[in-house]
């Protein structure tokens, strides 16, 4: 009987870190600099991302090389900037992120 809230806060922990790692990564690469969840700031709400690309089986891809490498023209005229100090992995990570947000 004394594992059960042990293991509850295992599960949930388990199924809630890499979104936390997420945030917390989105916050150290300085994104939320230029970007927020649910609004637009200097760059898209990570929503309206999500919600752009939901469905495209290759927009984590995309998203991350755009995350690393910079881009322009698919949100206005303000283009993003490149990202050298975020890794493939990382971007990877971010991007998986962003596309899970509702």
Same mark, same amino acid.
């Given at each position: 009987?004394?594992?059960?809230?042990? =293991?509850?806060?295992?599960?949930?922990?388990?199924?809630? /870190?890499?979104?936390?790692?997420?945030?917390?990564?989105?916050?150290?690469?300085?994104?939320?600099?230029?970007?927020? =969840?649910?609004?637009?700031? !200097?760059?898209?709400? #990570?929503?309206?991302?999500?919600? @752009? #690309?939901?469905?495209?089986? &290759?927009? /984590?891809?995309?998203?991350?090389?755009?995350?690393? @490498?910079?881009?322009?023209?698919? +949100?206005?005229? !303000?283009?993003?900037?490149?990202?050298?100090? =975020?890794?493939?992995? &990382? $971007?990877?990570?971010? $991007?998986? +992120? =962003?596309?899970?947000?509702?």
């Amino acid at each position: 009987m004394k594992l059960l809230p042990l =293991v509850t806060f295992a599960l949930v922990f388990a199924a809630t /870190a890499p979104v936390f790692a997420s945030a917390d990564l989105a916050q150290k690469k300085n994104c939320l600099a230029c970007h927020q =969840v649910d609004k637009k700031l !200097v760059g898209p709400a #990570y929503k309206d991302v999500a919600a @752009k #690309y939901a469905g495209d089986k &290759e927009a /984590a891809n995309r998203l991350a090389q755009k995350i690393m @490498k910079g881009g322009s023209g698919v +949100w206005g005229p !303000v283009p993003m900037p490149a990202n050298p100090q =975020v890794s493939e992995a &990382e $971007a990877k990570q971010l $991007a998986a +992120w =962003v596309l899970t947000l509702k």
